[in-house]
Nanobody
Framework: QVQLVESGGGLVQAGGSLRLSCAAS????????MGWYRQAPGKQREFVAS???????NYADSVKGRFVISREHAKSTVYLQMNSLEPADTAVYYC????????WGQGTQVTVSS
C-alpha cells in the first residue's frame, strides 16, 4: 500500500502563485510515475502534469509554461509550482502515484479569484 499526503492548496488572486506538495509513504519504489490531476466543480478529473523516475515531464496544454512539476527522490515527494494562476485553474488537485496500481491522494483545494 502507498499513502499520499498533499499540502499547499489555498486561495490566491489571479496572477499569483502556489506550490503544492505530495509526500508518498509506504511501499514506494523510485521508478513510480507521479503527478497531478485536477477536478473542477461539475467537470471530469483531468490530467495536469506528470514526472517519471528519470525526471522526464509531461504537461497538459492548459498549464504549459505556467506550471512546473519536480520531484525529490530522497523525500519521495513531488511538487507542483503553479504560476500565473487563472480562475480556470480553480479545482481540487489530486496527487497520484502509479506503478502497477494507481494510488490517489485526498485532494487539496486551489481557488483562484479574479
Amino acid at each position: 500500500q502507498v499513502q499520499l499526503v498533499e499540502s499547499g492548496g489555498g486561495l490566491v488572486q489571479a496572477g499569483g502563485s502556489l506550490r503544492l506538495s505530495c509526500a508518498a509513504s509506504g511501499r514506494i519504489v523510485s521508478f513510480a510515475l507521479m503527478g497531478w490531476y485536477r477536478q473542477a466543480p461539475g467537470k471530469q478529473r483531468e490530467f495536469v502534469a506528470s514526472i517519471a523516475n528519470g525526471f522526464s515531464t509531461n504537461y497538459a496544454d492548459s498549464v504549459k509554461g505556467r506550471f512546473v512539476i519536480s520531484r525529490e527522490h530522497a523525500k519521495s515527494t513531488v511538487y507542483l509550482q503553479m504560476n500565473s494562476l487563472e480562475p480556470a485553474d480553480t479545482a481540487v488537485y489530486y496527487c497520484y502515484y502509479s506503478v502497477d496500481v494507481h494510488y490517489w491522494g485526498q485532494g487539496t483545494q486551489v481557488t483562484v479569484s479574479s
